[in-house]
């Protein structure tokens, strides 16, 4: 707000007089001034050498002496006594402190007031000026113009999408066959599986304007403010026909309604609410397609799901092996990349990576590359950066590491890899590693398992032993007071898997089919599913330790290896365990 000149000028003057008005009664009153008791100044008044009195409201009274000294003394507060002193030929001066000090405060206190409610109009100005600036989405997209050759493996989702393109393009042809147009595609699936890229490429294939927001763009402090966003958003896409609009992360404001439950959102409820009525309020031949992005499906509105709304849900998921290649074939395209670089061998060892960790493996590679003033990529560049990625980067002071612990570490990563070559053959342990890392790992054991769309209870079982394979290491070489918090993050893995097996998956004779998400708090016997997972993972533990107690020689063979080099690959792995056997 902006305030002019006389207003400044008076408001100015004021502070100026508040301030010298309180700060020369402060001084004033901080003066010093000797004090005489009570008695003492009677003795004063009885010789005659008292010449003036102030009386006042305060506990002190101010005396003067005839030969010019001051002093005060403690106020009788008696009725009589001005009469006293009068009857004494002293003078008396009647003197209203209260008067002095209040002024001061009164001013002080109106200019306060004065600048408080100039501060709250101020911002209320501000706030609304701010809603109509924020109420604006900033859709302006300058970037590169992708399509779905820019785009490497989700076929299955690519395809479902080419149909939007063709809805986009030539509208008019379907609404002349009496067909409804999709009015919204929500994507979904992992993190990282290329949802937001998908999305850039239907625009760029379409040749149509896109329109990216974040579902957090519309949780707004102010009250109806996320509504207004909403409304913004469609109607500029409605300005200029056909277009996409992209909505990020849709779950933070789409998430089910909680009707009366006063833990629910009213203003989300109600930017939830706009953004279904804009939904259904487009014309048949708008040609707008609404595509959003989600990690969590589950949490999303039922009404966001309906037919009319996002008829048309298309999960992206992580890629296969296939699509693993094609992804590090179209990062590996702007890089010079070694010749005896094998990107389908690399493919076959980012067994659930994302198509966006894929792109970092790269990009950390280069950056290694780059370090080393090489003049392109090598494998040895490649797999710095793969392992970086998965547990960080070598520490590289390990003096202080002693011995024992280096043996510890050993025994419990070699654990992990020979129960995984037991009881999992598919999988490969591509490297075994007693190095800490900078993400906190003591050491590491890389299991990689095969491609496969779906995992068995055998599956989930052996990879619950697996985790516990290095807890029963340690027990079985140093005894069971001797394990070490190493296995923390292996038993918190253990009892998730174990957990999800019995309880949601209905993997467990004894609890059967039943889901406990769907069951919720209703009757839920908690006390049970703690014993079967307990009784589980204790049963596993006792044959991952049985298991290993029968392949002591190998174990203590790829420890003992382990100390010595630090780092075993599959080649030495696989190598210790066929001249144990």
Not at 102 to 113: C, D, H, Q
Not at 122 to 138: G, H, L, P, R, V
Request: glycine share 6%.
């Amino acid at each position: 707000m902006k305030i002019n000149k006389k207003i400044k000028i008076t408001l100015s003057i004021i502070v100026i007089f508040t301030l010298l008005s309180t700060g020369y009664i402060y001084i004033q009153n901080k003066k010093s001034i000797e004090e005489i008791p009570y008695t003492l100044f009677l003795t004063h008044v009885e010789k005659g050498l008292v010449e003036e009195v102030e009386l006042s409201n305060n506990e002190k009274i101010k005396v003067r002496l005839e030969n010019g000294s001051v002093f005060i003394t403690d106020n009788p507060r008696k009725e009589a006594f001005k009469e006293e002193l009068l009857l004494s030929n002293i003078k008396v001066i009647e003197k209203d402190e209260s008067l002095s000090q209040t002024i001061p405060m009164i001013l002080t206190v109106s200019i306060m007031a004065f600048i408080l409610f100039n501060i709250s109009r101020n911002m209320s100005k501000q706030a609304a000026k701010e809603m109509s600036q924020m109420s604006k989405i900033d859709t302006d997209n300058k970037s590169k113009r992708l399509t779905f050759s820019d785009v490497a493996g989700n076929e299955e989702a690519k395809e479902a999408l080419m149909d939007m393109v063709d809805f986009i393009k030539n509208p008019e042809a379907y609404n002349n066959l009496g067909a409804r147009l999709p009015r919204g595609v929500l994507l979904y699936g992992p993190p990282g599986t290329g949802k937001t890229l998908l999305a850039k490429a239907l625009a760029g294939e379409a040749g149509v304007p896109f329109f990216p927001v974040s579902g957090s763009d519309f949780v707004q402090v102010y009250a109806g403010l996320g509504a207004s966003r909403i409304r913004e958003l469609f109607k500029k896409a409605k300005e200029v026909g056909k277009s996409v609009i992209f909505i990020d992360e849709i779950d933070s404001l789409g998430k089910k309604r909680q009707g009366d439950n006063p833990a629910g959102s009213e203003e989300g409820d109600r930017t939830l609410n706009a953004l279904l009525t804009e939904m259904s309020g487009f014309n048949d031949n708008d040609g707008i397609i609404v595509v959003a992005a989600t990690n969590r499906i589950d949490i999303l509105d039922e009404a966001l799901l309906r037919p009319g709304r996002f008829d048309r849900q298309i999960e992206v998921n992580l890629p296969d092996v296939n699509g693993r290649y094609k992804i590090l074939k179209l990062h590996s395209e702007n890089k010079p990349i070694a010749k005896d670089v094998d990107l389908k061998k690399l493919a076959l060892d980012t067994v659930y990576f994302s198509g966006a960790k894929l792109e970092n493996l790269m990009n950390e590679a280069a950056i290694y590359a780059a370090k080393e003033k090489a003049k392109e990529i090598t494998p040895a560049h490649i797999n710095k950066a793969y392992y970086t990625v998965l547990v960080g980067d070598e520490k590289k002071d390990r003096s202080a590491i002693n011995l024992k612990d280096k043996e510890i570490t050993a025994f419990h990563e070699a654990g992990h890899a020979l129960v995984t070559k037991l009881v999992a053959k598919e999988n490969r342990v591509s490297k075994v590693s007693i190095i800490p890392s900078t993400k906190g790992m003591g050491g590491f054991s890389i299991n990689l398992p095969p491609d496969k769309m779906y995992q068995s209870k055998k599956d989930i079982l052996n990879n619950i032993m697996i985790a516990l394979g290095g807890r029963a290491a340690e027990e079985i070489i140093f005894g069971k007071d001797l394990v070490t918090t190493g296995a923390s993050s292996d038993i918190e893995k253990a009892t998730e898997m174990t957990l999800s097996m019995i309880a949601l998956l209905g993997m467990d004779e004894e609890i059967g089919l039943v889901n406990y998400n769907v069951i919720g708090n209703r009757n839920l016997d908690n006390k049970l599913l703690l014993n079967r997972t307990k009784e589980t993972l204790d049963k596993l533990y006792i044959e991952t330790k049985q298991l290993l107690k029968d392949n002591i020689q190998i174990l203590k063979a790829l420890a003992k290896k382990l100390v010595e080099k630090e780092v075993l690959n599959e080649e030495e792995i696989n190598y210790i365990i066929s001249n144990e056997v």
